[in-house]
């Protein structure tokens, strides 16, 4: 697969996650960036870029590399603090990138998608991550509700994100030891056997006229919210 | 101006800000959607909409309107309470939008955004923020270091998000009484004289590989938290 932009390129450069770099291309100005110092790359025009990576939006450099490393979704929830985001069917790839970069900037344990009508880690889910992608572990399951299931008996607390009056105040649980933040699509919220697999649902305050933040901004709130209710908003050293 | 979407079209209907709503043009299937009943819709092909709009992205309808009525800055601080966003230079009428949408989900009293350098509300930015900008109050000011004394002159304390160590966790403060929240566009922060206006720095903290938010991830979780420092968390009666 082709990810492409600086971000995503140089993330997979230095990523963590094992995504096997093959072929770098870069135009003549890009390619004098100092962070591609020691990389090979092959200086390509504008337009053999946009043929390589299918987008426009690659700002002069692309790179083939292997296929997404999903993590093993029972390695999520090891810490006894883990703090996990799952995805009830978020299927723009933007929105799922934009998720990534919060829940990677916010220091979550990891991610879980389901198989099956959601996004995947997709080059423009990539790109909308600005590279996060390379640093957070992501994992897929069949089931999310199964799933869900399957944490609560690995001693996790599974919090579901809902607008309905039954949930609590997003600010009234502490979120101590492993958690699991579950959200919805945007529109739709959780689905019925997803949010009943939840122990609690919680909900942000409604202030304004319009009726919903979308996904990678209620997942700003609530999981910096869950750090600062942790006392957890420190830096982590790196 | 011709506003496009179904949000912004129908926001701009039923807004509280006054926009003059001129004309509004649907395609034969968007015309019967019940939120448009009463309403003079004249019907149009998909292609003469896009024509009308400039923008493939609009659902099948749009409307030619008012120019976007801007609010008094004088006007924000009048409440005792009041919360006042300020962008410095944030030039994407997309993050402009998304920031609209966050401010006004959170129930804020103004967004105030400097005449030169910034992203105005553009159809897109009206596109970008789900239609909340026909709801929130956005003034325009020629000078935001200058502005933000005269806040702080009017009783308000000033706070800057930045990255910089000497910030301040951001949920330190209490953010209590006449609060102005200053957020910088992507990649630069705050312009020192910007910086230099502020009562004090706060910033987030940053536990991920990746350096930062959005401006309009970082503006939920900030608001957010103010609302829970506030007390304030609580739905508001409409």
Request: proline share 5%.
């Amino acid at each position: 697969m082709v990810v492409y932009g600086r971000n995503p390129v140089r993330e997979a450069l230095r990523g963590r996650r094992q995504t096997q770099v093959e072929r770098v291309w870069a135009t003549e100005r890009a390619s004098s960036e100092p962070w591609l110092a020691g990389v090979a790359v092959e200086v390509a025009g504008v337009d053999a870029i946009e043929d390589l990576c299918g987008s426009g939006d690659h700002q002069g450099i692309c790179a083939e590399v292997g296929g997404y490393p999903y993590a093993d979704p029972g390695r999520l929830l090891i810490d006894d603090d883990a703090l996990v985001v799952a995805l009830d069917e978020v299927q723009d790839p933007q929105n799922l990138g934009a998720v990534v970069r919060v829940a990677e900037s916010a220091g979550v344990s990891g991610l879980v998608i389901p198989e099956r009508r959601s996004a995947e880690v997709t080059p423009a889910a990539g790109k909308a991550s600005a590279g996060a992608v390379e640093h957070l572990a992501i994992a897929r399951v069949g089931n999310l509700a199964n799933w869900l299931a399957t944490a609560k008996e690995a001693g996790a607390w599974v919090y579901g994100a809902a607008a309905e009056p039954e949930a609590v105040p997003y600010d009234t649980p502490d979120y101590s030891g492993r958690a699991v933040i579950v959200l919805g699509s945007e529109g739709r919220g959780l689905r019925p056997r997803v949010a009943a697999a939840c122990d609690q649902l919680v909900r942000l305050p409604q202030r304004g006229e319009v009726s919903s933040l979308n996904v990678a901004t209620a997942a700003a709130a609530v999981l910096y919210g869950i750090l600062h209710f942790r006392g957890d908003g420190v830096d982590r050293a790196t």
